[in-house]
């Protein structure tokens, strides 16, 4: 069965760290760009990163940038997102997503839902303060 699990999440103090990882499973995240969002309840879902398993690049919404990292290792056909210097406003459901590569620049990646083919359960987070 085609699809992405999320894991990693859990409950951590303000200024904690936190690694998840998405793994995909009955296909390949090669020439795919993989986005990690979020959720609140009563909130819309926001895109926060997006890389492009083809070369490496990526985007990053300025919400996160400089404290979360996305990574990908396609031998293990998993992406990772690092999460740094936590704040209670981020927590949410994490859930990843899964694109094929086209010609778009990968910021549209975070925006366009709609570009996605497979998404993943999520993972919560939670950060106390």
């Known amino acids: 069965q085609v699809q992405l699990v999320e894991s990693g999440g859990g409950l951590v103090q303000s200024g904690g760290s936190l690694r998840l990882s998405c793994a995909a499973s009955?296909?390949?995240?090669?020439?795919?760009?993989v986005g990690w969002f979020r959720q609140v309840p009563g909130k819309e879902r926001e895109g926060i990163a997006c890389?492009?398993?083809?070369?490496?690049?990526?985007v990053y919404a300025d919400s996160v940038k400089g404290r979360f990292t996305i990574s990908s290792v396609n031998a293990k056909n998993m992406v990772y997102l690092q999460m740094n210097s936590l704040k209670p406003e981020d927590t949410a459901l994490y859930s990843c997503?899964?694109?094929?590569?086209?010609?778009?620049?990968?910021?549209?990646?975070?925006?366009?839902?709609?570009?996605?083919?497979?998404w993943g359960q999520g993972t919560q987070v939670t950060v106390s303060s």
């Open positions: 997503a899964a694109a094929p590569e086209g010609l778009l620049d990968l910021k549209y990646y975070l925006e366009n839902f709609n570009l996605y083919d497979f």
């Open positions: 009955e296909f390949s995240l090669d020439h795919y760009a």
């Open positions: 890389i492009s398993t083809s070369d490496g690049g990526a």
